[in-house]
């Protein structure tokens, strides 16, 4: 009986790891990298990173990744995202607080190329709030395809 059991508890296992593979799910979206870079900000290490994800049906979602390495937070940061030639889906268009350590902050924007445009634009901004001195502004072109998905700068 102890086999028995070992061989139902063996089948269990397997079906259960086995299961979640035969779901029908969508491909998670690869992110693609356009910006990197760590500099100085007040007493703290600011690294950026940049990027895009294509989420299908016309839509792209940009992200700026931002953390803090020492003890240091930054002073109060703003970012924007300026856009032509697309509408807002899912987000906003503007961040505004303190990276923290240890406390990675992310800023999101899904954006979506409405149907008869091909190509649309977004300019992706970070400056200090009481300066407005300009940490990041990078400038992006998106093309969208007959499949509907959306292609940025590589």
Known sequence: MRSMDMRRFALLVLL?????ACANKPATPSEVSV?????PEGDANL????????????KVELILKMRVSGM???????GEVYIKGFNIEDGGTRWD??????????????LRIPEGNDSASATVSLSRSHDSSVLLREELEFTVD?????????
């Open 72 to 78: 240091n937070e930054t002073e109060k940061l703003v």
């Open 47 to 58: 690294t950026l990173d940049l990027l895009y994800a294509a989420k299908g049906d016309r």
């Open 146 to 154: 007959e499949a509907g998905l959306v292609s940025g700068p590589q």
């Open 35 to 39: 910006h990197s870079e760590t500099l």
């Open 16 to 20: 259960g790891l086995g299961l979640p």
């Open 97 to 110: 607080g303190f990276v923290p350590p240890r406390e990675p902050q992310t800023f999101r924007v899904t």
